[in-house]
Antibody
């Protein structure tokens, strides 16, 4: 059973860079997209971006200029960097696998998810 | 981006009674392959989201048959036939027709 475990700094100052890492246990990177999603306090879910098993990335245009997602298959980890932070970036950040596995269909889904990391941006 | 709009935003239901959540998308989620890319997720208190329904009406493994999804095009509904305590949480609809994947604002289900 695949499990994702994430970690990273939880309190940052404006203009600093957020760095989170997600480790994948019990599964292969191949055939999946490895994603980051965030949830501001009291708000809904926002897709940040994804990286394929071969390293190709797609980012949410609203964050495109500030975000980098990278992959280290040797360590079974993928990471999120978000630069030039502001208070608006305060959120719980989740890593999640996106890919196939739904019976009777080729559809993809988000799952499993990491446990979430609360990142607070405050001076 | 496709905008997903859920109603209501909060729902307070007596155990054993039905519940219904509406989700409307700003454009049709039907793709040329014949599939409709609409999903429902539940975020239980203190947990990460979990998949409930995919492709509008298919229940994910282990999901109670008290839950059902319906709809087409731009209008979708998640129904719970008899609400139980374990159903508490925030329900999100989500589209994966096109990037950027987008979620509704969430509907918080509470027990009366």
């Amino acid at each position: 059973q695949v499990q994702l475990q994430q970690w990273g700094a939880g309190l940052l100052k404006p203009s600093e860079t957020l760095s989170l890492t997600c480790a994948v246990y019990g599964g292969s990177f191949s055939g999946y997209y490895w994603t980051w999603i965030r949830q501001p306090p009291g708000k809904g879910l926002q897709w940040i971006g994804e990286i394929s098993h071969s390293g190709g990335t797609i980012y949410n245009p609203s964050l495109n200029s500030r975000v980098t997602i990278s992959l280290d298959t040797s360590k079974s980890q993928f990471s999120l960097n978000l630069r030039s932070l502001t208070a608006a970036d305060t959120a719980v950040y989740y890593c999640a696998r996106y890919g196939p596995g739904l019976p009777g269909t080729g559809s993809f889904y988000f799952g499993p998810w990491g446990q979430g990391t609360l990142v607070t941006v405050s001076s | 981006d496709i905008v997903m709009t859920q109603t209501p935003l909060t729902l307070s239901v007596t155990p054993g009674q039905p519940a219904s959540i509406s989700c409307k998308s700003s454009q049709s989620l039907l793709k040329s392959d014949g599939k409709t890319y609409l999903y429902w997720y539940l975020q239980k208190p203190g947990q990460s989201p979990q998949l409930l329904i995919y492709d509008v009406f298919n229940r994910f493994s282990g999901v109670s048959d008290r839950l059902s999804g319906s709809g087409s095009g731009t209008d979708f509904t998640l129904r719970i036939s008899r609400v139980e305590a374990e159903d508490v949480g925030v329900y999100y609809c989500m589209q994966s027709l096109q990037l950027v994947y987008t979620f509704g604002q969430g509907t918080k289900l509470e027990i009366k």
